[in-house]
């Protein structure tokens, strides 16, 4: 079993930054890939980001293409998304996910999930 604990959401104004961190920790894991995901109130879980963990590959969402950037500390265990020039429509819950196989990264079928960080961004 794989525990994910997600930090760094909060408040802030339109075109701001905030930066999240996802700490992963267990007993022997190993990791495919770890990605981000969010959830709007309403609005059905979308996929945000995600990097595979031994090859350099990042893929994103159209929507934060060029403003959001995933990166990841091995050593740590840890993956961050870095923020850029949010927007009200970036308003929600995010969650890291983790996966120790093999599996369509964009796809919300991995196996852990964080608690979530809620990020809330004013107009």
């Known amino acids: 079993q794989v525990q994910l604990v997600e930090s760094g959401g909060g408040l802030v104004q339109a075109g701001g930054s905030l930066r999240l961190s996802c700490a992963a920790s267990?007993?022997?894991?190993?990791?495919?890939?770890m990605g981000w995901f969010r959830q709007a109130p309403g609005k059905e879980r979308e996929f945000v980001a995600a990097?595979?963990?031994?090859?350099?590959?990042?893929i994103y969402a159209d929507s934060v293409k060029d403003r959001f950037t995933i990166s990841r500390d091995n050593a740590k265990n840890t993956v961050y998304l870095q923020m850029n020039s949010l927007k009200p429509e970036d308003t929600a819950v995010y969650s890291c996910?983790?996966?120790?196989?093999?599996?369509?990264?964009?796809?919300?079928?991995?196996?852990?999930w964080g608690q979530g960080t809620q990020v809330t961004v004013s107009s």
């Open positions: 267990g007993r022997s894991f190993s990791t495919y890939a």
């Open positions: 996910a983790h996966s120790p196989t093999t599996l369509i990264v964009t796809s919300s079928s991995y196996p852990n």
């Open positions: 990097i595979w963990w031994t090859r350099s590959n990042t």
